[in-house]
């Protein structure tokens, strides 16, 4: 099982990021896909998550209405769009999977399943 994270970078307060995780060895059908972020001296903290059935997403309410997390047209493939993005959005961001169907488990940070991570920096 492999979680390949890309697509982070310096960008300025209000503009966007798009970052990629690429899931390879298994498939994803009973599992959720999700995005966490760590900044520095801080505890990593959820940022958004789909459940792979149904396209369910949810959100922190820190980054409601300005990320969006989607599937791609290719095979296991999820991103996440960030607009709007804040100084406070700077944060090595991770992608994580694992076999999760219920919203209490999905948004919480009890994944088995983790990529490296991809610094974003919002910085003027």
């Known amino acids: 099982v492999q979680l390949q994270a890309s697509g982070g970078g310096l960008v300025q307060p209000g503009g966007s990021l798009r970052l990629s995780c690429q899931v390879s060895?298994?498939?994803?059908?009973?599992?959720?896909v999700a995005w966490f972020r760590q900044a520095p001296g801080k505890e990593r903290e959820f940022v958004a998550a789909m459940r792979w059935s149904d396209r369910n997403t949810y959100y922190a309410d820190s980054v409601k209405g300005r990320f969006t997390i989607s599937r791609g047209d290719a095979k296991s493939t999820v991103f996440l769009q960030m607009n709007r993005l804040r100084p406070e959005d700077t944060a090595v961001y991770y992608c994580?999977?694992?076999?999760?169907?219920?919203?209490?488990?999905?948004?919480?940070?009890?994944?088995?399943?983790w990529g490296q991570g991809t610094l974003v920096t919002v910085s003027s």
């Open positions: 060895g298994f498939t994803l059908d009973y599992y959720a």
């Open positions: 994580a999977a694992d076999r999760l169907t219920i919203k209490s488990t999905i948004v919480q940070d009890g994944y088995n399943y």
